[in-house]
Every structure is written in structure tokens, then in C-alpha cells.
């Protein structure tokens, strides 16, 4: 098996950054499809609604859910327009539906973050749903998106939870890709890790465990400042390429497995990945130190340690038990870890993890 990583074509980021969307739209040609949500779509440029741009960009607001039902409107709206570059701006569902939509439309997509709750910008990878909410299945485009644009102010002006779901999300990063290293089992891209995968993985853990605390208190002041601006770029850009080129492992499958249970279900993706980095230290058998550094590191930016802050009750074994099967289910990245897992080991490992933020 080859070695392989991918990359979104450009990222930019800082204050600002959004002015330059008319500019990267252009470099791909005159007519574009903006989808966003009404929330995200005031954070446009202002000469968006002005004759000119207005008469070549078409920005239509995004249904509300990433669904086939949603894919097909839009399909319909790029045929009739002619459009020859799809921009997605707001949070995962807009982003999902408009790389999915380009790709199918074989168009560039330039994605515009405006909330940096997860890691999934910059990869080539989206999931559709079916109307009423429910996770239907994963879609692999042919490429990344050609442009990642986000903008630091927008970001430090959204609710400061997303940031901190974000945080968890990228807190998995380094253990999965490191288990994924140490038993050669596929990434994302369907390839083994290359040492960028690896070590940017690495880099986004050191980066978290040096900023998050201080990127969390500008972001409630509104403040972009140095450490917000690491986070972001640990959030999207180095958790985005550390996940996708260096692969998943037990976090995310506890994370998929925690979706059983639907008192989980208002917690962000985030939030139940960061109590799955728990779970899986316990799983694998991490050093003690190690353990320490991350439960105080959850701890101090405000991510769960504990069930009962996923809404979940320790004595509930039935629902337990259903997170474990669903976790450690054929095919799951869990068995990407350096031991035979069963649905057992998962169960007392989330019993463990959860009693441990106690002592
Ligand atoms: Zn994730």
C-alpha cells in the first residue's frame, strides 16, 4: 500500500480574510454558487448585493439539512445558472452539502468557514443525512476543496462552545493518527500515513495543549489574538490533514457509538470525541502521565470528562453496552488500535474513564 496525504489547494486565514473570497471566486471563473445559511450570509462582503457581483453570484440559502432531497435542489440551481464555482459558507451541513454538490457538478468548491466546531473544512470528505436528521453515509470527493477561507473575526464572534467542540474534535487527532502509525492501518485517503500526516497530527496536539485555555478566553471576549489564531489553525487546518492522512482510531469510534444513545444527540461532535480521547487511553493501556495531561487539559478548556456531561447516566448498562457494540462493530477505526478490542473492553473503559475524572 502507497503512502498518501491530501490537501486542500489554498488556505487562508486571518482578520478579514473573507474580502478575499470575490478574488479567489474569479480565479475560477465568472459565475458562482454561493449556498449559506441566513446567519452566516450577513458575514458576506458588502458588495455581494451590489449590481456587478450580484448579476454573476447567486447566493441562495441552504435548506437546513445535507440530504439527497437538498443535493438535487442544488443541482438543479448549478444547471440553471451555469455556475462555474460552488462557495460554501457557514457550518458543517452548508460545507458538506456544497463540497458534495461540486464535486457531483465536477465544479471547484471554496469553503468559508464561519464557526471552528470541527475539523472537517479542509478534507475531501462529507456526510449526508436523510430529511429528518438521521446519518445515512459517508461521501469521498474526487478532491479537497480548492480554497479554504476563514476568517479569525468571524470566528472569534461565534459562540465560544464551538470553539471548544472544536478543541475536543482536534484533541483526537494525535492519538488516532499515532495508533494508526503504529499498525499501518489505512488513513482517510485510503492510503498509510506519510510523515506530514504524522507529525502535523502531532503539531496540532502541542499547539492545543499550549494555546486552547488562552484562545478560549479572547474568544469570549471577542478578542483575536495570537493563541485564537493557533486554535483556528489547529481546529481546521492541522486537525483537518491530521485526521484525514493520518487516519482515525478509537475516538471517533466511541464518538459514533456514543450517537446510539439519544440523550447524546444536542452534545456537538466535538464534545463526544474529546470524552472518546478518554475512553480510548484507557482502552490502549496509555502511560499515567499521559492520561494526566489530558484530563486536565479537558478539564481547564471545559470539555466532559465525566457521562453525565454527555447526559449520560453511569448505571445505564443496556445504553452503555449499545455504545460499546456500535463502537467496536466490524470495520469500526477502533480495531486500528494496537490490540484485539472488544465491545466489552470498550464498556468498562468508558465506566473507567468516566470514574477517573473524579479522583
Ligand atoms: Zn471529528
Not at 493563541?227 to 487546518?237: D, G, K, M, Y
Request: aromatic fraction near 6%.
Amino acid at each position: 500500500m502507497n503512502n498518501i496525504a491530501c490537501f486542500p489547494g489554498k488556505y487562508i486565514q486571518g482578520r478579514g480574510a473573507v474580502n478575499q473570497l470575490e478574488n479567489m471566486i474569479n480565479r475560477f471563473g465568472s459565475k458562482a454558487l454561493v449556498i449559506t445559511s441566513p446567519s452566516a450570509a450577513k458575514h458576506l462582503p458588502a458588495n455581494f448585493s451590489q449590481s456587478g457581483l450580484s448579476s454573476r453570484v447567486h447566493v441562495e440559502i441552504f435548506g437546513g439539512e445535507c440530504c439527497e432531497k437538498e443535493l438535487g435542489r442544488i443541482a438543479g440551481i448549478i444547471k440553471s445558472d451555469k455556475s462555474e464555482i460552488v462557495v460554501a459558507m457557514g457550518g458543517g451541513k452548508v460545507i458538506d452539502t456544497g463540497k458534495i454538490a461540486a464535486d457531483r457538478a465536477d465544479l471547484p468548491v471554496i469553503v468559508v468557514p464561519t464557526i471552528a466546531s470541527t475539523d472537517a473544512p479542509c478534507s475531501g470528505c462529507a456526510v449526508t443525512y436523510t430529511p429528518d436528521g438521521v446519518f445515512e453515509k459517508v461521501h469521498y470527493q474526487r478532491l479537497n476543496p480548492s480554497v479554504v477561507l476563514v476568517d479569525s473575526e468571524i470566528i472569534a464572534h461565534a459562540p465560544v462552545r464551538f470553539l471548544v467542540a472544536g478543541i475536543g474534535d482536534a484533541l483526537a487527532t494525535w492519538f488516532e493518527a499515532r495508533s494508526c502509525a503504529s499498525t499501518s492501518s489505512t488513513n482517510e485517503c485510503g492510503g498509510l500515513s506519510t510523515l506530514a500526516g504524522k507529525n502535523l497530527a502531532r503539531l496540532c496536539y502541542s499547539i492545543l495543549l499550549e494555546n486552547a485555555l488562552q484562545a478560549k478566553k479572547d474568544c469570549t471576549a471577542g478578542v483575536v489574538s495570537q493563541a485564537l489564531e493557533n486554535i483556528i489553525e489547529a481546529n481546521i487546518l492541522l486537525s483537518g490533514i491530521g485526521f484525514e492522512s493520518g487516519g482515525l482510531a478509537s475516538a471517533h469510534s466511541i464518538h459514533n457509538g456514543l450517537t446510539a444513545l439519544p440523550e447524546t444527540h444536542s452534545y456537538y461532535h466535538g464534545e463526544k470525541v474529546a470524552f472518546g480521547v478518554l475512553a480510548g487511553l484507557y482502552l490502549t493501556g496509555a502511560p499515567k502521565e499521559e492520561i494526566d495531561q489530558v484530563y486536565a487539559f479537558c478539564k481547564s478548556v471545559g470539555l466532559p470528562t465525566r457521562l453525565s456531561d454527555l447526559g449520560i447516566s453511569r448505571t445505564n448498562h443496556d445504553g452503555l453496552m449499545q455504545v460499546a457494540i456500535k463502537a467496536s462493530e466490524k470495520g469500526s477505526p477502533i480495531h486500528h488500535e494496537n490490540k484485539i478490542i472488544t465491545a466489552k473492553m470498550v464498556c468498562e473503559a468508558l465506566l473507567n474513564a468516566d470514574a477517573a475524572a473524579s479522583i
